[in-house]
């Protein structure tokens, strides 16, 4: 069986998000979606409540889960026996810093592949950071984020302003 890890923060997640698990999730057997903890990151969704949200988006993908985890990222795939991970790429500068993640990963768990999906060109410009921006204001981030966890999204982004 072909696992493979879609490694992120997720804070929120989005609809560029989805379209690289939705992808993933037509190469490999089992994708799991996995929430990421960066100690240096402020977040505005806790690791529970963001692995809650992909809940939400994920359940018509059988062969898609959702975890989390606040340790390296090889250490985890080597635990799942996962033979690839999925990253999605939005620009050059994506890539420079993908790019070095996947060797040094590479170095750490040489079993595993990391495959690279070019996002969609309406999501180039796509996200965490910029929805929960123009959330703050009070923006419409109906083309950006999940349905069904829309209205979550709004109360949270617009109350930490």
Partial sequence: MKIAVCPGSFDPVTLGHMDIINRASKLFDKV??????????????????RVELLQKVIKDLPNVTVDSSE????????EKEASA??????????????FQMALAN???????????????S???????????????????ITDF????ILGTIKERLVKEK
């Fill in 106 to 120: 590479k170095k750490l768990y040489p079993e595993a592949e990391t495959v690279f999906l070019v996002t969609k």
């Fill in 145 to 148: 984020v999940p349905e069904p």
């Fill in 85 to 98: 991970i999925v990253k999605g790429l939005r620009a050059v500068t994506d890539f420079e810093y993908e």
């Fill in 71 to 78: 340790g390296l990222l090889a250490d985890y795939l080597k």
């Fill in 122 to 140: 309406e999501n180039m410009y796509l996200s965490s950071s910029i929805v929960k921006e123009i959330a703050s204001y009070g923006g419409e």
């Fill in 32 to 49: 799991i979606v996995l929430v990421m903890v960066n100690s240096a990151k402020k977040y505005s969704f806790s690791v529970e409540e």
